[in-house]
Nanobody, 125 residues
Framework: QVQLVESGGGLVQAGGSLRLSCAAS????????MAWFRQAPGKEREFVAA???????????YYADSVKGRFTISRDDAKNTVYLQMNSLKPEDTAVYYC???????????????WGQGTQVTVSS
């Protein structure tokens, strides 16, 4: 049974940092897209960042414009884990953050086959 388990969420002041982790079990995702999405109250789930293995560059990273320069996605295939380092957090980053894995394309929620249960990130002003 495949499971994605997120951790690292919490309450932080604006300007602070958090590091989210997503540990996968049940199979490896070293050759798959892994991503982070988020969903704020009353809003649709939106793409945050993704990382994809590349034979040329080892990995390609993709970011939403709203987080570019502040968030960094990385992966440790030996641990079957993907991370999201979030710096310079803003109140508008408040949301439930979801880990997702294995997709045909990077940006679309419906393309992903596996999802975690989510972890709450709250940024106070």
């Amino acid at each position: 049974q495949v499971q994605l388990v997120e951790s690292g969420g919490g309450l932080v002041q604006a300007g602070g940092s958090l590091r989210l982790s997503c540990a996968a079990s049940g199979r490896t995702f070293s050759n798959s897209i892994m991503a982070w999405f988020r969903q704020a109250p009353g809003k649709e789930r939106e793409f945050v960042a993704a990382i994809m293995w590349s034979i040329w560059s080892r990995s390609n990273e993709y970011y939403a414009d709203s987080v570019k320069g502040r968030f960094t996605i990385s992966r440790d295939d030996a641990k079957n884990t993907v991370y999201l380092q979030m710096n310079s957090l803003k109140p508008e980053d408040t949301a439930v953050y979801y880990c997702a894995a294995e997709a045909r394309s990077v940006y679309y929620t419906d393309d992903y086959n596996y999802w975690g249960q989510g972890t709450q990130v709250t940024v106070s002003s």
